[in-house]
């Protein structure tokens, strides 16, 4: 044999029996029955793995089409991302109308209860890259996609009912101060740093926001465990063209819940798609996420009378005042089958809506209306983008439009213009008065001027009824969230002057950040342009009000060893499948553990991968040699000082005493969130506690700075 020869036959996979010319079927190898691999032309390959070359060491050659092909489109694979809310997870589902809104609009997915239309959802953080981790500070973009009989309608939203910014003119602004500076490239995915703050605190219009960003509704535990907001008040409309204005919220069925921050930090180490990995083993475990869709709807009479005009987005309307009236779920119940062509090229849109909802003159939404359309156009490379299958309607639609790259609906014979005097079906689609959408008729008078609205000015009540809404606890972390972002903020006239808005916002928040920073005085407050009023609190506006009422979907960590009790494990277990939450076994070895009466269990994490940051609440459960070895172990002792400073139900088994004494949780350390299990009928008190999800009067105790 050659040495050519010899080569070949190394390199040769299994033994295949090859058809020849067999492009797009199957043909019999060693793995089984398989598609036989092609080009892109249909053309079988028969060897994958070398380059078509003259002689075993020679140059490769050119006419090898199918290296050329395999290469060029390699090459080409990236597409831009998207300019803000580069990171995203999508997932699809369906929406059911519940209530119907047929007095109110004429939009046909709102029409009759119990009707499904499919829906995607693309969840996303909005400063960073797209490899960028999901526990950054930041908003989360909440984007649905509903397929209705009458075309696309998306709602393209937010986890924060309110923006930044009052004008479109201000994004790129906005949106360059936050992203990484231009110089140097960092931060990536955060905004503590000078320019963002810099230009928070030239556009106090930003306050309100700010207060939102910098509570914990900045950092969700989950996409499963937020609120999702449209932010601009919509028009729903009539067949007789009566118009209601509408704020849409997605309400989470599993609760809200937020980490804090130094958990957050953390898990942006141990797992950065945790919040990716999250969605995909729910759905994956059939238990999919749920919203229900709300709307308040009011009208003039009350809009004139609102203290804030419905047209900024920095501002909300409290539930309080307007209720929220609920319409329909929102279902998510299937992971995409490929990750690019779903999730990174869904295109959403503002201005994809359906007859009967309508837009209001918002000076942001109108913005968004241009800024989309035309950013697909980049991303996705022509204006065919609604041709990919996640972008196409699902109801039948017939256009005029032809060519440009890749085309895929061209209309179909002679007509590709009208009017044209063909009739029937050769004369081609036509407009259809009754049906087709028509703008409501809002009467537009005004002088063309580079103003903004009077009824803008006030920066700071909504600021302030915000931060008075939420407990203390949440207070705190919000006074934390500035404190720290600041502190890494380097000129100290911009720490200032943010202070000098907070004194507008609440006394006690100012002077906590002012001394968090050691601010040697207060600065002056700075002046409103309009004088802030005192608004009542607003209960919906508090996560830890709006928890949830059971543990379901939640995640408990096990610290376990070999010897561990069964009947406390069995319990574990049975309370898992009871209430629905997940157990992961974190263990000296991934290959698992052997209890004391000889189970063998797999385990689910190795200590060092399984920090306490991953879990909702944590079990210690090792046996008596068990915790004497972990006890040794600073991984394990990180495992449980941190689920106690992160302020965690922890239970333990007597056998975990040295671990956590060891980890600083000593005996007189013990609090009502620390629980002893001496046998396995007190897994289930445990549990109980645990809806409550954290044993937040631990948290002071354990911050001395
Ligand atoms: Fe966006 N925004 N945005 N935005 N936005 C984009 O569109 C823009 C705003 C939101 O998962 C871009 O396809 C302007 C508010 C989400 O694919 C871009 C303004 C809210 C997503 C764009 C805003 C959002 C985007 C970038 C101020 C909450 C991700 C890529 C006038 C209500 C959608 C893209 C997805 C994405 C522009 C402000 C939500 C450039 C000009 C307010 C959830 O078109």
């Known amino acids: 044999m050659s040495s050519m020869e010899q080569e070949r036959k190394t390199v040769k996979l299994g033994d295949e029996t090859v058809q020849r010319g067999s492009g797009g079927e199957t043909h019999q190898t060693a793995h089984g029955d398989v598609p036989t691999l092609t080009t892109q032309q249909g053309v079988p390959v028969a060897d994958d793995q070398n380059s078509l070359k003259a002689g075993a060491r020679g140059p490769t050659l050119m006419e090898d089409f199918h290296f050329r092909e395999k290469m060029f489109h390699f090459d080409h694979e990236r597409i831009p991302e998207r300019v803000v809310h580069a990171r995203g997870y999508g997932a ?36 960073g890259a797209k490899g960028s981790s999901d526990l950054a500070r930041d908003a989360r973009g909440f984007a649905v996609k509903l397929y209705t009989k009458e075309g696309n309608w998306d709602i393209v939203g937010n986890n924060i009912p309110v923006f930044f910014i009052q004008d479109a003119m201000k994004f790129p602004d906005m949106v360059h101060a936050v992203k990484e500076e231009p110089d140097r490239a960092f931060p990536q995915a955060q905004s503590a740093h000078d320019n963002f703050w810099d230009f928070i605190s030239l556009s106090p219009e930003s306050m309100n926001m700010i207060m939102w960003v910098m509570s914990d509704r900045g950092i969700p535990r989950s996409f499963r465990f937020m609120e999702g907001f449209a932010v601009h008040t919509f028009r729903f409309v009539t067949a007789d063209g009566k118009s209601t204005y509408a704020k849409f919220h997605w309400k989470p069925k599993q609760g809200l819940q937020s980490v804090v921050w130094n958990e957050a ?15 995909w083993n729910a759905i994956q475990k059939g238990d999919y996420p749920e919203w229900e869709l709300g709307v308040q709807l009011f ?20 539930e309080e005042l307007v209720p929220v009236k609920p319409v329909g779920r929102l279902v998510l119940d299937r992971m995409v089958d490929n990750f690019f062509a779903e999730t990174e090229q869904v295109a959403f849109c503002t201005q994809n809506v359906v007859p009967g909802i309508d837009f209001t003159n918002d000076p942001l939404l109108q913005g968004r209306n241009f800024s989309y359309l035309d950013t697909q156009l ?19 639609f017939h256009t005029l439009q032809q060519d440009g790259h890749g085309a895929m609906h061209n209309p179909k014979g002679r007509v590709n213009y009208e009017p044209n005097s063909w009739g029937g079906a050769a004369g081609g689609p036509r407009e259809n008065p009754q049906k087709g959408y028509t703008s409501y008729p809002d009467a537009i008078e005004g002088r063309k001027e580079r103003v903004r609205s009077e009824k803008f000015a006030d920066h700071y009540s909504q600021a302030r009824q915000y931060y008075i809404s939420q407990t203390e606890v949440e207070q705190t972390h919000i006074q934390q969230a500035i404190t720290f972002e600041l502190s890494k903020v380097e000129t100290p006239a911009i720490r200032a002057r943010v202070v000098s808005h907070l004194l507008n916002i609440d006394k006690g928040l100012a002077q906590a950040v002012a001394d968090g920073l050691g601010l040697e005085k207060l600065p002056e407050a700075a002046p409103p342009a309009r004088a802030p009023v005192d608004l009542p609190p607003s209960a919906a506006l508090s996560i830890i009000k709006n928890g949830p009422e059971s543990f379901a979907g939640r995640k408990v960590g096990v610290l376990i060893t070999n010897g561990a009790d069964d009947a406390i494990l069995d319990a574990l277990e049975k309370a898992a499948s009871a209430e629905k939450f997940d157990l992961e076994l974190v263990a000296p070895q991934i290959g698992g553990i052997k209890t004391a009466g000889g189970r063998h269990v797999p385990a689910g994490q190795r200590v060092p991968g399984g920090p306490s940051v991953l879990y909702d609440a944590v079990v210690l459960l090792p046996s008596e040699d068990g915790g004497t070895q972990l006890a040794k172990d600073a991984d394990a002792k990180d495992f449980v000082s941190d689920a106690f400073a992160h302020a965690k139900f922890i239970g333990y088994v007597p056998a975990a005493a040295p671990l956590l004494a060891k980890a600083g949780v000593t005996e007189d350390a013990h609090d009502n969130g620390v629980i002893a299990i001496q046998k396995a009928t007190d897994i289930a008190g445990f549990i109980k506690t645990c809806r409550a999800l954290r044993f937040w009067d631990r948290e002071a105790k354990v911050h001395a700075v």
Do not use: M, W, Y
């Not at 519940?98 to 969840?123: C, K, M, N, W, Y």
């Open 378 to 396: 980049k991303r996705l490379g022509g204006p065919n983008f609604t041709h990919i299958p996640i972008n196409a309607p699902k109801c039948p």
């Open 265 to 279: 930090v953390k898990i942006n180490g141990a797992d950065p798609d945790f919040h990716r990995r999250d969605l």
């Open 92 to 127: 699809h589902g369906f929406f059911e109308l519940t209530h119907s809104l047929s007095d109110i609009t004429r939009a046909d997915v709102l029409q009759r209860v119990g009707e499904r239309v499919p829906a995607f959802v693309r969840f996303s953080t909005v400063a």
């Open 299 to 318: 009208d003039d009479a009350f809009a004139d009378s609102f203290d804030f005009d419905i047209l900024d987005a920095t501002k909300l309307i409290p």
